[in-house]
């Protein structure tokens, strides 16, 4: 069992050097072709200085819909959990 | 748990420094929401700055402070944070879902803005700021819901 372990861990760790070692130079990505869209055409057509602020909120406005939506799930879920109603606080 | 003569919260120096740094801090969280088109940061890192205070305030000045809290009025601005949202993709939909409609047109935050390096001009951004601060109040509510729940539910317990 201690062997599988050990060797399993050797595994793992290997294959995560061997991916770490084989990725790409900083600043040099494979496929630019959308980041260059965006540096180019973000502050034109959006009218927006940040190009973070352009793409979440414009190019990508559906992802930032659902994740706000996911933060009024968590809240709902919280309120489900804990609310007390109006009468706990009358008996006190 | 705590006696029942004792005074709710934290001491008196701890109230008093939580409110003194309530007002800088909500003025940075507004700062960072309508500045998110022109600088790092938007709706969501400014809401949660805001609702930090919210939560700070709750920890120093105990359960008190809690009940005074409207968790309607925070529950409904939630909403209200969230439907704004959708409702402003919504009004793109001629071209597409979440069109920017606004920018570049000379209306409401429509300015042109000269290309590349410029000093950031507050009135452009088109659908952008408005989204910005529908998102904050949305972020800001919700946080600051989930704090005065959690934080009125172990008083309870505890009376």
Request: proline fraction near 4%; glycine fraction near 12%.
């Given at each position: 069992?201690?062997?599988?372990?050990?060797?399993?861990?050797?595994?793992?760790?290997?294959?995560?050097?061997?991916?770490?070692?084989?990725?790409?130079?900083?600043?040099?990505?494979?496929?630019?072709?959308?980041?260059?869209?965006?540096?180019?055409?973000?502050?034109?057509?959006?009218?927006?200085?940040?190009?973070?602020?352009?793409?979440?909120?414009?190019?990508?406005?559906?992802?930032?819909?659902?994740?706000?939506?996911?933060?009024?799930?968590?809240a709902?879920?919280?309120?489900?959990?804990?609310?007390?109603?109006?009468?706990?606080?009358?008996?006190? | 748990?705590?006696?029942?003569?004792e005074?709710?919260?934290?001491?008196?120096?701890?109230?008093?420094?939580?409110?003194?740094?309530?007002?800088?801090?909500?003025?940075?969280?507004?700062?960072?929401?309508?500045?998110?088109h022109?600088?790092?940061?938007?709706?969501?890192?400014?809401?949660?700055?805001?609702?930090?205070?919210?939560?700070?305030?709750?920890?120093a000045?105990g359960?008190?402070?809690?009940?005074?809290?409207?968790?309607?009025?925070?529950?409904?601005?939630?909403?209200?944070?969230?439907?704004?949202?959708?409702?402003?993709?919504?009004?793109?939909?001629?071209?597409?879902?979440?069109?920017?409609?606004?920018?570049?047109?000379?209306?409401?935050?429509?300015?042109?803005?000269?290309?590349?390096i410029n000093?950031?001009?507050?009135?452009?951004?088109?659908?952008?700021?408005?989204?910005?601060?529908?998102?904050?109040l949305?972020?800001?509510?919700?946080?600051?819901?989930?704090?005065?729940v959690?934080?009125?539910?172990?008083?309870?317990?505890?009376?």
């Amino acid at each position: 069992m201690q062997t599988i372990r050990v060797f399993t861990l050797v595994v793992m760790f290997a294959f995560l050097l061997l991916m770490a070692l084989s990725l790409r130079p900083f600043g040099r990505p494979d496929n630019t072709d959308m980041d260059d869209y965006f540096i180019e055409h973000g502050q034109a057509e959006t009218g927006s200085n940040n190009i973070v602020s352009s793409v979440v909120f414009d190019y990508r406005g559906m992802d930032t819909l659902i994740e706000g939506s996911v933060l009024f799930t968590a809240a709902t879920g919280v309120l489900l959990v804990l609310y007390r109603r109006k009468e706990n606080e009358r008996k006190r | 748990m705590k006696e029942k003569g004792e005074e709710n919260g934290m001491s008196v120096i701890v109230k008093v420094a939580s409110c003194v740094l309530a007002v800088p801090v909500i003025a940075f969280g507004v700062y960072v929401i309508l500045h998110g088109h022109l600088t790092p940061g938007g709706g969501f890192p400014g809401g949660a700055v805001i609702a930090t205070i919210v939560a700070m305030i709750l920890i120093a000045g105990g359960g008190e402070r809690a009940k005074s809290l409207n968790k309607e009025l925070l529950s409904f601005l939630e909403s209200a944070g969230l439907v704004i949202f959708a409702l402003l993709g919504l009004l793109g939909i001629g071209t597409t879902f979440f069109y920017n409609f606004l920018a570049n047109s000379g209306s409401f935050f429509g300015m042109k803005i000269p290309f590349g390096i410029n000093p950031g001009y507050m009135w452009t951004g088109g659908v952008i700021p408005p989204m910005n601060m529908a998102v904050g109040l949305e972020v800001f509510a919700a946080l600051s819901l989930i704090a005065v729940v959690m934080f009125t539910h172990e008083e309870d317990e505890n009376d």
